[in-house]
T-cell receptor
Framework: AQSVAQPEDQVNVAEGNPLTVKCTYSVSGNPYLFWYVQYPNRGLQFLLK??????LVKGSYGFEAEFNKSQTSFHLKKPSALVSDSALYFC????????FGAGTRLFVKA | DAGVIQSPRHEVTEMGQEVTLRCKPI?????LFWYRQTMMRGLELLIY????????DSGMPEDRFSAKMPNASFSTLKIQPSEPRDSAVYFC?????????????FGPGTRLTVL
């Protein structure tokens, strides 16, 4: 069975500070991992994905994610948060089908 | 490209009425997904199609829900009869399935309110 967990409902960070949004997964075989972002009243938008290769994946808007096989994690990171990064973030894992996490609301305070 | 197009963007209806939600995928994409999003249940996959064929409909809540994809350019999600608990935002997403690396592109959603 495959699953994905986002342990934090909300992450609060001050503008300019680094941010991390956590994700852990369980899947048989090689994991295909994704991050999506959802702004208010919008559909989800693709940020980045890990298929194979370098454990550090770079994506849109300055975001990156680190794949850690031993910890089965795929945390989303950004060195310096912006107020405009405030949104709902979803981690997803692709096994037989794509499963989305429950989402983590990121709030960046000016 | 115009992206995934969904219509209507908002739908308000009364309990018992039939509701039809529509989706036009991105040209060239061969996979289509219907999701439902609520505060209580988060994002739920209802059904997905590959090359117009339903592959997994295990997420469809009950027989009141049905989905069709008559061709590569169009899909519908129908609820008949609708109930207040069906109130949610319904998203259509499409992807070009290249092995297992498909990235999904979401439409803007249809906000359904059943009174």
């Amino acid at each position: 069975a495959q699953s994905v967990a986002q342990p934090e409902d909300q992450v609060n960070v001050a503008e300019g500070n680094p941010l991390t949004v956590k994700c852990t997964y369980s899947v048989s075989g090689n994991p295909y991992l994704f991050w999506y972002v959802q702004y208010p009243n919008r559909g989800l938008q693709f940020l980045l994905k890990y298929i194979t290769g370098d454990n550090l994946v770079k994506g849109s808007y300055g975001f990156e994610a680190e794949f850690n096989k031993s910890q089965t994690s795929f945390h989303l990171k950004k060195p310096s948060a912006l107020v405009s990064d405030s949104a709902l973030y979803f981690c997803a894992v692709r096994g037989f089908k794509t499963i989305f996490g429950a989402g983590t609301r990121l709030f960046v305070k000016a | 490209d115009a992206g995934v197009i969904q219509s209507p963007r908002h739908e308000v209806t009364e309990m018992g009425q039939e509701v039809t939600l529509r989706c036009k995928p991105i040209s060239g994409h061969n996979s289509l997904f219907w999701y439902r999003q609520t505060m209580m249940r988060g994002l739920e996959l209802l059904i997905y199609f590959n090359n117009n064929v339903p592959i997994d409909d295990s997420g469809m809540p009950e027989d009141r829900f049905s989905a069709k994809m008559p061709n590569a350019s169009f899909s519908t999600l129908k609820i008949q009869p609708s109930e207040p608990r069906d109130s949610a935002v319904y998203f259509c997403a499409t992807a070009y399935r290249e092995g297992s690396t498909d990235t999904q592109y979401f439409g803007p959603g249809t906000r359904l309110t059943v009174l």
